[in-house]
């Protein structure tokens, strides 16, 4: 009885003490309203007011499954790299890189190697404390695929469980590192594989349009740079940087619409990012450092 | 009986602690799903609004894919709020809408729901966008000021209101017939 009294009383004065101070601010807003104001302002987070958005993995490999590009698991992170990810910027971005790894291999639909970069992304998701997404009801998901689109839609929803687990708790800088990790594998993975430079080739236009993308995911580390970790992220992107930065915007003249429907709003159609293929050349080497350096336990 | 009537005054006492829950966006999640066949795209965002204040989001979108863009809010702005989309490539605004219109029919609104007569059912509005190329919308969401109270007395000013509460735009995508991706 003692004990309840004493919860009672805690209870009480806790809410009290909310009660007076939201009166409190009732009080200033009747005495100054442009102070009050000014008082709700300061509590938003002005970074917060622009949102840079990145697309998944599994938004590349859907273009280039459909294309000549051929599979090759010799562009896979090595499964033992996990192993030497020891603090949480490289354990991030290195779940980053197994996300990409596993939407490509399900993209391709290697079953067995998906599976294999399931279970790595699973150890790595403990590690950073997303290991609550990976339920056991998931696993047997994955256990029990029979064919390809099944094995994308497990993969993909996997990463939306993940980014909601994120988002919902507030863990937008961990979202970043494992957006970049995942762009930066992808795109890896997509240089590689389009070995040669090709003028008027879709696989290379896709990796030239990856300007806009690469833009929003450079705008969103500013964000938080303040962090050190993502402050380190973004001088390690610099060399991709300078050469997307470098890349001509060129005013097309009667684009291809033919294929839009009446109720579509058409949107871009009077520029085109070109890419040359000593910028290619630049930007495949670029990926391949930074990959390599993100992808060891150099981070 | 004594023991269920402490958790009861309990309860009630913390209850205004949780008051704010709304400005979460868990509740939102459930309409971030896919539409066939439109398939969900990653790209799908939330963000906790409030009163008086323009949000962005930058949304980069991929030559070779069909995209569906629909909007949510949170019950407290009643749906006061303007959409803007920009297409950053040729800086023309290409959606300039308010949440919602006296009319409620299809294209005049962001947020109502409108009667379909086709199918008879009620609609929430989405919005489809063909990218002849590779190009980036400028999304603007301006939540607009809760009007003002006004006062008799000369000696209390007038109050401002501040809401918060979620805003959610979904992205959904699938191939462009005939793409050459």
Known sequence: MKTSFKLITFIFAVSMLFLFTACGEDANNNNNEKDSLNQDVTEINEDNLITYLVPSPKDMFAFTKEGDLKYSANVLNAKDNADKYIDTKSQEIGFGIYSADLAYTAAFN?????????????????????????????INRFKKIENKDSLLKVTNDTYYDIVKFLEDNDRNTSLSLISVGGWVESLYIVTNLQDKYQKDNNIIQLIADQKNIFENIVLSLQQREADPNVADLIQELQAVKTVYDGLEVIKIENPNVKNAKANQIIVGGSTKIVMTETQFNQLKKAMADVRNKLAGSDV | MKTKLIYIIALFL??????????????????????????????????????????????????????????????????????????????????????????RAEGTCVLADYYNEDNGKSLHPYFDFYPATSTTLKIIIEVLPVPQEESDNPNVKKQAKMNRGCVTVVVLDKPSENSSF
């Open chain 1, 110 to 138: 290697q079953t067995n190697t998906a599976g294999e970069y399931l279970k790595v992304v699973e150890s790595l998701s403990d590690k950073i404390g997303l290991g609550s997404v990976f339920t056991e009801s998931l």
């Open chain 2, 14 to 103: 913390v209850f205004p602690l949780f008051s704010d829950a709304q400005s979460k966006c868990s509740d939102f999640f459930r309409y971030r799903r896919p539409e066939a066949p439109y398939e969900y795209n990653d790209q799908s965002s939330s963000a906790v609004c409030v009163t008086g204040q323009t949000y962005e989001f930058i949304l980069p979108l991929t030559k070779g894919k069909d995209f569906r863009l629909k909007f949510y809010a949170a019950a407290v702005f009643n749906n006061k709020i303007n959409f803007k989309i920009i297409d950053e490539s040729t800086h023309e605004t290409v959606l300039d809408l308010p949440g919602e219109s006296p009319a």
